[in-house]
């Protein structure tokens, strides 16, 4: 797990950690993944949390503009 200088989770890593522990059920189908498994990227002006259900694909997305 990604920590900070100061052994802490990053603002970032926490919102992701976050989303794998609540959004477990897929909004489509009603499966519940258990893994989670959200992934994030950034391009430094932008965060997206991505994450594809692994039961029927369905593809959610959150997006985050940074410093604006």
């Known amino acids: 797990m990604p920590t900070n200088r100061t052994g802490r ?3 970032f890593e926490w919102l992701r950690r976050r989303y794998e ?3 477990k ?4 189908c009603g499966y519940v993944d258990d893994e ?3 992934e994030s990227q950034t391009d430094g002006q932008q ?5 594809v259900c692994p039961s ?3 593809s959610r997305e ?4 940074l410093g604006q």
């Open 21 to 23: 522990d609540t959004e």
């Open 47 to 51: 965060v997206v949390y991505h994450h």
């Open 56 to 58: 029927c694909r369905a």
């Open 62 to 65: 959150h997006t985050f503009r």
């Open 36 to 38: 989670g498994n959200w």
């Open 25 to 28: 059920k897929c909004p489509e």
């Open 9 to 11: 989770r990053s603002h």
